[in-house]
């Protein structure tokens, strides 16, 4: 048997990075967790130890430091497509650089004073490939919904060893998980910030309009929403755990409960998942990977 080198990528992960602009009042921060991947002519330093085509991962972190500060305060995606590409241009043994970044939000509650907000996680995945070009996804994470009615489930697949009740009226909760991309691969223009507010709020407005008979079935309605809110997507990605929420039997003392009180269940839970596409989407490149 003869073994060869399959691929391989890498990179320094989960870099903290704050950065604040004093010239606004409020002050204004970009709170971001990035981590980066390189991928390229890395066959020797695997099979020989040679490492003249690596570029250190302190260097990295260093990179992604030094960027904030020239590129001042930019969205998200601005920030992390110039970083991929800062690699790729500059070190001729990287052909491909991938950058994943979270970006914490933060809300001013004086002039130098911020709260942390708890409306989920803006995220951010880039892919620059020197042959291909640049490939974006948005979205988002740690976004917590939940309806206390409009909710059924009913009819579902039965063998031996099901045991689940049927219901007409449940409470409907999940922690939202969303990515979309962009119909053009190389897409770089446009507002981000409203772009990612118009897709969130798209899933929060299919969320909340959407009478449930299933988590699926609101799955396919928020991944609607965003397409048909955000023309320049053509794909979204979501997984939704299904956050049980069970009536408390109040019988043992005498009480009743009339979907009043429940036991907020954290695991085991469903997970659904699914992708939403344009009809015309083009073909997905390496960002989804």
């Not at 602009?21 to 990035?34: K, L």
């Not at 939000?105 to 942390?116: E, K, M, Q, T």
């Not at 996804?137 to 009913?154: C, I, K």
Request: charge should be negative; charged fraction near 20%; proline fraction near 4%.
């Amino acid at each position: 048997m003869m073994a060869v080198l399959g691929e391989n990528r890498y990179g320094k992960a989960e870099v903290r990075v704050v950065r604040v602009d004093r010239s606004q009042e409020p002050h204004g921060i970009r709170d971001w967790n990035v981590s980066v991947s390189l991928a390229g002519d890395m066959r020797e330093v695997h099979l020989s130890g040679a490492n003249d085509q690596v570029l250190p991962t302190d260097t990295q972190k260093n990179t992604i430091y030094v960027l904030a500060q020239q590129l001042g305060d930019v969205e998200p995606e601005v920030f992390a497509l110039a970083l991929a590409r800062h690699f790729v241009d500059r070190q001729p043994g990287i052909s491909r650089a991938r950058v994943q970044l979270d970006s914490y939000g933060w809300n001013p509650i004086g002039p130098h004073s911020l709260v942390r907000s708890g409306d989920g996680i803006r995220t951010v995945t880039v892919v620059h490939d020197e042959q291909s070009g640049s490939w974006v996804l948005g979205g988002l994470r740690e976004l917590t919904l939940l309806n206390t009615t409009d909710s059924e489930f009913w009819g579902f697949a039965r063998d031996d060893y099901t045991t689940l009740a049927e219901t007409t009226d449940r409470m409907l909760a999940t922690s939202v998980e969303a990515r979309w991309r962009f119909r053009d691969a190389d897409y770089d223009g446009g507002d981000w910030a409203v772009t990612y507010d118009t897709a969130r709020q798209a899933l929060l407005d299919a969320f909340t309009g959407t009478y449930s008979y299933s988590l699926q079935q609101s799955l396919y309605a928020m991944g609607c929403r965003v397409l048909a809110e955000v023309p320049q997507v053509c794909e979204v990605r979501l997984a939704l755990p299904n956050k049980h929420h069970f009536l408390v039997d109040l019988s043992p003392f005498g009480l009743p409960n009339h979907n009043e009180v429940y036991l907020a269940a954290d695991r085991p839970y469903g997970l659904i998942e699914g992708q939403v596409l344009a009809d015309d989407a083009p073909e997905a490149g390496p960002a989804w990977s």
